[in-house]
């Protein structure tokens, strides 16, 4: 057992992808270069999609995808409150409508008997787009989702975040777009795969692509084909005021040599999930997710705890496992209870039973590729005890 800080989550870096980080550094073009193509290229072949672009981080991969979908402020966006604030944040600037569904406690994912009364609205203007979050890893059932649409103009953009490398029920990778518009990643240090910083959306459609691309340069055409006039070589024109979201050549060299090993990754975070399982499952007062772990490449460990059951509060479990060298946190705060979400959508927690059980009750511990099994026990061990269970 490592006698080291236990960090909730942590990324991992090898000799191989400091190697990459140090050749990428000592190319003569480093940002918008031969790296971030192949990165491009790399992770939409990895999750069997036409087209991905990268971007400097995931908020910035969001909102790209809001823009490609051209969201304007009659459309509607329908999506969890299980997620970070940037999910349906980014959508913000262009749209005030949204709608948040409730959770399955089973999996911390939309409960999609809780989306289908709330599709397909009948209205003159505006459109849903419908934003699935793939928490923890545990995919959504996007061919379900797709099924209950009956209006065309709808738009899936599947928030995967968490979920690079986990696969659907058919055994298609999440990212593959076949039952949605796009699909957002994340490379935050602590998700599956690092960047650093760096976020990435898949599609199978060319002119989300183009507007992707669009988005992430300043709004930049050099497309003769699509520009107002093309006097010369030189020429370009800025056809939307959008910003700099470019991917750098450092960022793409380090995301390739990830890519590599994002299936061990995975399998090591599998195997370090059913070692929790073993041993905190059957313990009454503790519920755990239930998934395909098979398919799932898990981004955290959540165990949901009945603090009350056990006399105790999460403040003071959080600071003991503290002082014993393991960090936790909670994932997540419900979006609408930011005060940034509460300005546009009032105080609505009432109307959201199962995720106001999950936020009191959710915890999640160390969960990482180079946490190993007897750290696992000592975690679970120590957790037991300050329940006294």
């Known amino acids: 057992m490592s006698k080291s800080f236990l960090p909730y989550g942590r990324q991992s870096i090898n000799e191989q992808d400091v190697q990459a980080l140090s050749q990428a550094a000592l190319e003569e073009i480093i940002t918008r270069g031969k790296h971030v193509e192949a990165f491009e290229s790399a992770l939409a072949e990895y999750c069997g999609a036409e087209y991905a672009v990268a971007f400097n981080n995931g908020t910035s991969a969001l909102q790209a995808c809001y823009f490609a979908a ?47 009364p709330n599709l397909n609205r009948t209205q003159t203007r505006g459109k849903e787009i419908i934003v699935p979050v793939h928490f923890a890893g545990i995919p959504v059932d996007i061919e379900k989702i797709e099924r209950m649409i009956r209006r065309t103009d709808t738009v899936i953009i599947e928030d995967a975040a968490h979920a690079i490398g986990s696969r659907y029920a058919d ?29 990435a959306v898949t599609t199978n459609d060319p002119e989300l692509f183009h507007r992707l691309r669009l988005f992430r340069n300043n709004g930049i055409e050099r497309n ?23 991917f750098t050549d450092i960022q793409a060299a380090l995301g390739l040599s990830q890519l590599k090993r994002l299936d ?46 056990f ?15 393991i960090g936790t946190q ?22 959201y ?10 915890l999640s511990l160390p969960l990482y590729y180079e946490l190993e099994l007897p750290e696992v026990k000592y975690i679970v061990t120590t957790l037991r005890s300050l329940l006294g269970c």
């Open 330 to 351: 909670v994932h997540y705060i419900p979006i609408y209870r930011h005060p940034a979400m509460r300005q546009v959508v009032g105080d609505i927690s009432e109307f």
């Open 311 to 325: 006399g105790k509060t999460r403040p003071e479990i959080m600071d003991k496992l503290m002082q014993k060298g």
């Open 70 to 116: 051209q969201t304007s402020s009659n459309d509607y966006v329908l999506t969890t409150p299980n997620s970070f604030f940037s999910t349906c944040g980014s959508a913000l600037a262009s749209t005030s409508n949204i709608v948040f569904i409730d959770i399955d406690r089973s999996t911390g994912n939309m409960d999609l008997s809780a989306l289908e």
């Open 264 to 309: 061990t990754f995975a399998a090591k975070r599998r195997a370090l999930v059913g070692y929790y399982r073993e041993l905190l499952e059957g313990l009454k007062g503790i519920q755990l997710f239930n998934a395909d772990d098979e398919n799932t490449a898990f981004h955290l460990m959540v165990a949901q705890i009945d603090f009350a059951r």
């Open 224 to 246: 003769p084909q699509k520009m107002e006039q093309h006097p010369g070589p030189w020429y370009y024109e800025v056809q939307v005021a959008t910003g700099n979201y470019n």
């Open 353 to 362: 039973p199962n995720m106001e059980g999950y936020y009191a009750a959710a």
């Open 171 to 199: 055994g298609n990778p999440v990212g593959c777009c076949q039952h949605s518009q796009m699909t957002m990643f994340s490379f935050h240090p602590v998700k599956n795969i690092t960047t650093g910083e760096g976020g």
